[in-house]
């Protein structure tokens, strides 16, 4: 056994400063009628308020808004549609809620509209690979950025899953989005394996057992994992029934590094990162 080394880092949100020495959760939230899980699924501004506010009250650190659905298969949104529906659901939420609110979008144009309206967070799927003004907003933003491996777009990232090593080539990969990010003048940059994304089953799981790799780009991880058809097909369940699977791959991904949540059910989250959080804070040096 060995002790995985995780680094603390520390993101500028706004006018708040999130550390991570204590992993932190984002709350899902998707206003769309297509996510695989429906209980995430909230499509009126009623619906959406009371969702952040469970989410807020049961520990969420982040709320995370999308309107896209990215299930393998699923066809690109359109930006100015997005756009329009996510401003006005920024705006609204942002001024009923004293709370970190990411985006989850692949369009600059809905980064951009979106902050305005009170983002303080983009979390694009496609770290900049579909819009290629992504990277220059978000420097001129000066907001912090969630950037996934993803290859191809969610209708064709199945087709995409061949890979000698996938844990070595997602890095890889990775690690070249870094640098164009960082050359463009980004700044605060989180970065999400993808799991589910151009990865078959045995992939995700290879990844996660493995994710204490991904310290070497020296960023925050982040991960989503929460209900996936990793869990509930290898199970033979529904995503309805996977929330045990989830948190024991949550207990997993902590206990190898990840500093992010991204989750459906917050207080189970939260649970397991305290659990975790007192496991290794135990650890005596012999």
Known sequence: MFDILIMTYTIRAGERILSFETPKIMGVININEDSFYQTSRA????????????????????????????????????????????????????????????????????????????????????????????????????????????????????????????????????????????????????????????????????MLDQLHLFAMLQKPILVGLSRKSMIYKLLNISSEEALNGTTVLHTIALIKGAQILRVHDVKEAQECIKLVSTLNSSHTVS
Do not use: W
């Open 43 to 206: 499509t009126t501004i009623k619906d959406i308020l009371s969702k952040a506010e469970k989410h807020l009250l049961e520990g969420a650190d982040i709320i995370d808004i999308g309107a896209m659905s990215s299930r393998p298969g699923a066809q690109l949104s359109n930006a100015k549609e997005e756009a329009e529906l996510l401003s006005k659901i920024c705006k609204t939420v942002s001024k009923e809620f004293n709370c970190i609110l990411s985006i989850d979008t692949v369009h600059s144009q809905v980064a951009q509209e979106c902050f305005d309206n009170g983002a303080l967070i983009i979390n694009d799927i496609s770290f900049g690979t579909i819009d290629q003004n992504m990277f220059s907003i978000v420097a001129n933003l000066k907001t912090p950025y969630i950037g996934m491996h993803m290859i191809g777009t969610p209708e064709t990232m199945q087709k995409n899953t061949n890979y000698n090593n996938v844990t070595l080539e997602v890095i890889q990969h990775l690690s070249k989005q870094i640098a164009k990010f960082m050359e463009t003048g980004g700044g605060d940059l989180i970065i999400d394996p993808g799991f589910g994304f151009s990865k078959d089953i045995h992939q995700n799981y290879q």
